[in-house]
């Protein structure tokens, strides 16, 4: 018997940079990693969306505030209102909450550097579609690199919507947050590049974690709706 | 029309650049006890009376210019 490759779209605005490196990524995690170009308005028979890194639109005015309201996003969004997977990864964390699907707000580094290493971060939640194959308070070695992630919640963020820490905050992040999901745990973002890190010769491998549990996720997805 | 928004971070929120110029300004020998930076958007915006553009621009400034979350804004219009 074959197991299925779920689909994972992952999605390319003028500006973005790590798509490529997410499908590959995706697609050595046995994904059928599919690109979808930010004018496409509709996401028929994908079983996940990955928003990747990069700098879309420029930056201009805010990270992510632009590409809120290029074509793809709300077809991004009613994928998420219908239950759907999404992860954004550095811009696409920053895309998802000027979007309103994930609370809070990206803001320069404290430092007004960008930087650019190994963060270690802790896993607050395993028990998401995005963390299943890591435990919690597992430590996980995951690059960022980034000059506007310095996370800031909402007042009333619920603390069970952390799902991980920074051990060594690059940033300033309020809380030592580096990734949240949204109060359903369908959508998920985070600052560090888990597709930089699927293969030990790359530095780490810890990255694989978060992908492999999307993976995971996406085809029991895939299965359940066949 | 012409109006000007002014987008300020919101009290509370940490500004580093802020605290880059008050100390860069502490150095040059002025007294500063406060720095925070925001930035400015210069419109030209097609609308019947003043009030008209600064409803305009307000809405312009919920969806788009200003992130409500950590920003405060100010709508200033000058009559043509």
């Given at each position: ?100 699907l994930l609370p809070g707000a990206l ?120 | ?53 600064k409803a305009q621009v307000e809405r312009m400034c919920e969806r788009l ?16």
């Amino acid at each position: 018997m074959t197991t299925p490759r779920p689909r994972i779209g992952v999605v390319t605005y003028p500006g973005s940079q790590d798509d490529r490196d997410a499908l590959w990524a995706l697609a050595a995690l046995d994904a059928d990693a599919v690109p979808v170009w930010h004018e496409e308005r509709e996401l028929a028979g994908l079983d996940a969306v990955v928003l990747p890194g990069g700098f879309s639109y420029g930056d201009y005015l805010r990270c992510g505030a632009i590409a809120r309201f290029s074509p793809v996003t709300p077809a991004v969004c009613e994928f998420a209102e219908a239950g759907g997977l999404v992860l954004g990864i550095c811009n696409g964390f920053q895309i998802l909450c000027e979007a309103g699907l994930l609370p809070g707000a990206l803001l320069r580094n404290a430092s007004l550097r960008f930087v650019c290493r190994d963060a270690r971060l802790r896993v607050e939640r395993n028990l998401l579609p995005f963390t299943s194959r890591c435990t919690t308070g597992q430590v996980l070695v995951i690059p960022v690199k980034h000059g506007d992630g310095r996370y800031v919640p909402p007042p009333d963020l619920d603390p069970g919507q952390v799902v991980l820490r920074y051990v060594d905050n690059p940033n300033g992040s309020v809380d030592d947050i580096a990734g949240v999901c949204n109060e359903a745990g369908n959508v998920m973002g985070l600052m560090p590049h888990p597709e930089h890190a699927v293969d030990p010769l790359l530095g780490s491998d810890h990255g694989a974690l978060i992908l492999a549990s999307l993976v995971d996720s996406a085809r029991r997805r895939a299965l359940a709706a066949a | 029309m012409k109006a000007t928004v002014l987008v300020r971070p919101k009290p509370g929120i940490l500004d580093p650049q802020g605290e880059a110029v008050g100390s860069a300004l502490g150095h040059l020998g002025f007294a500063v006890r406060d720095a925070r930076v925001g930035k400015v958007i210069d419109l030209e915006v097609d609308a019947a009376s003043p009030a008209e553009a600064k409803a305009q621009v307000e809405r312009m400034c919920e969806r788009l210019l200003a992130n409500p979350l950590i920003e405060s804004y100010e709508v200033e219009v000058s009559a043509p």
